[in-house]
């Protein structure tokens, strides 16, 4: 199995984010797991440039070191299908070339972020609680 340079928690904590961002956090109605607000999911509208949680979403990627950016962007081709488990060293050779030329806010662009994330984690074994 390949290691994986960032952490689980990290990754789970912009999955977090993401969903939030992209205003497709899955609506818990008639799962029975709250006893809150039940009602339809609403997309999140305003300005993506001063949206305080995109802010601190890149400042969060920002902070990462360039290894864990890089396996970032390689979960992310992981789960959305580009690459498998099996070719995870050439994922994150891919990643290391995209991340040189990007800013980190490239990464939040695509509403299925969360999903591929959460898909390329589940690769490794691993699952956000």
């Keep these: 199995m390949p290691e ?8 789970c ?8 961002i992209a205003g497709i956090v899955p609506s818990t109605a008639g799962d029975h797991t709250t006893t809150g607000d039940d009602s ?3 997309t999140i509208e305003g300005d ?3 949206d305080v949680r995109r802010i601190e979403a890149i400042s969060f990627i920002a902070g990462l070191n360039v290894e864990e950016q890089t ?12 690459y498998g488990i ?8 891919e990643a290391e070339g995209r991340i040189a030329a990007k800013d980190p806010d490239f990464m939040l662009g695509d509403a299925a972020l ?11 074994g691993l699952a956000c609680d």
């Design 13 to 20: 904590d912009l999955i977090e984010a993401a969903r939030e």
């Design 40 to 42: 339809p999911l609403e």
């Design 4 to 11: 994986l340079r960032i952490s689980s928690e990290k990754a």
């Design 71 to 82: 396996d970032l962007l390689a979960l992310i081709a992981l789960g959305r299908g580009d």
């Design 114 to 124: 969360p999903e591929y994330l959460g898909d390329g984690l589940e690769a490794f």
């Design 48 to 50: 993506p440039d001063t």
């Design 86 to 93: 099996e070719e995870w060293d050439d994922a994150v050779s």
